[in-house]
């Protein structure tokens, strides 16, 4: 994990230096190289250090640092980009426009989270116990789980299409559907966020009562009920739009989506045989993201065809992935509370 957040800290810091797009381009796939190898081990160093009564609650909170990174990331572009003229336009030929460099810069401050790291976090005792003494026998005892990240991969996809699906081209739905500047926007997405922390913690605090995949399906049924106003369409459901209302919907769906995301990091880990608990969720979760990379291309490939700008293909694709979701996790395993420290097969609940 050390050695993750220096990698990925230093690379963001190099990316703001980047004079051309295919620079900027390598630095952001080494970026992901640290980025990818972060969330796993953090999701399984954080998950076995903690009681299994408080995981669920704890899991929401760990994941929702990626709300919070977006929150803090929106209130850094509203005090900055504005002092250096407001230019939010993404340019690399030549040094004219500084605004998304310095937001670079300052993404390279997590680097100093690895002291931190250093000294205050020991090791988990449960991969103390259970850790391989080489690497043939932890390849071994990832291919015999096969079965088990294929349906993580399945899960961790339609979960990254919850998200990526309601937040990549959001932005644009604001600027293109409605006529937002940069500040609006920033705005809006940092209400969206505060929906997302407050979701991912009270899901996953209901999940520690009633079950990770119960908590799971509520939050994605309160997705989809919000849609309408999230998207705003069709607007014979809720009338003439208005900020207020995107606001609400923008909010209330990311309570619902990251809320269900929020329980992911303890629904995996729980999943996971001890072995390999280090790799598993990770993995998944990168493959996962690698599925989901399409999707932006195909909402913004469809656009053209719809007579009600994003709004339309926005509302059609996240109540289809939403409903798949449910599905997919209704039909996985769980093991709500588990102990780590046994060896143990998959099985439903």
Not at 5 to 12: D, H, Q, T
Not at 48 to 77: D, F, I, M, T
Not at 181 to 195: H, Y
Not at 295 to 309: F, K, M, N, R, V
Request: glycine share 12%.
């Amino acid at each position: 994990m050390i050695l993750c957040l220096v990698f990925y800290s230093m690379v963001e810091v190099a990316t703001g230096f980047a004079t051309t797009l295919w620079a900027f381009l390598v630095l952001r796939a080494l970026f992901g190289i640290g980025m990818g190898g972060e969330w796993g081990v953090g999701t399984s160093l954080v998950m076995e250090k903690v009681s299994p009564r408080w995981r669920g609650v704890l899991s929401g909170l760990l994941q929702e640092g990626y709300a919070a990174g977006n929150l803090l990331a929106a209130l850094v572009g509203l005090l900055v980009l504005p002092r250096i003229g407001g230019k939010i336009v993404f340019h690399l030929a030549g040094h004219a426009c500084y605004g998304w460099r310095i937001l670079f810069f300052i993404g390279g401050l997590p680097a100093l989270l690895a002291l931190f790291v250093r000294i205050g976090i020991a090791e988990s005792e449960v991969w103390q116990q259970t850790r391989h003494v080489n690497w043939s026998k932890l390849f071994l005892a990832i291919v015999q789980q096969w079965k088990l990240l294929l349906m993580t991969i399945l899960l961790l996809t339609v979960m990254m299409c919850s998200s990526h699906g309601t937040q990549d081209l959001y932005p644009t739905f604001l600027a293109m559907d409605f006529g937002f500047d940069g500040q609006k926007v920033l705005i809006l997405t940092a209400i969206t966020a505060i929906g997302a922390i407050l979701g991912g913690v009270v899901f996953g605090l209901w999940s520690d009562r009633i079950g990770r995949r119960k908590a799971m399906v509520a939050a994605f049924l309160l997705a989809i009920a919000v849609i309408p106003f999230w998207a705003c369409w069709p607007e014979s459901l809720i009338g003439r739009q208005s900020v207020t209302k995107l606001m609400v919907g923008g909010f209330l769906i990311q309570f619902g989506v990251q809320g269900a995301w929020g329980i992911i990091p303890a629904h995996l880990s729980e999943l996971s045989p001890d072995a390999v608990r280090g790799f598993v969720p990770g993995f998944a979760y990168q493959m996962g993201a690698l599925c989901t990379a399409p999707l932006p291309w195909i909402q913004e490939s469809l656009h053209p065809a719809s007579e009600h700008g994003y709004g339309k293909v926005l509302a059609i694709i996240a109540l289809i992935v939403f409903l798949s979701a449910i599905v997919i996790t209704s039909l996985c395993p769980e093991r709500c509370g588990a102990k780590f420290g046994d060896s143990h097969p998959v099985a439903a609940t």
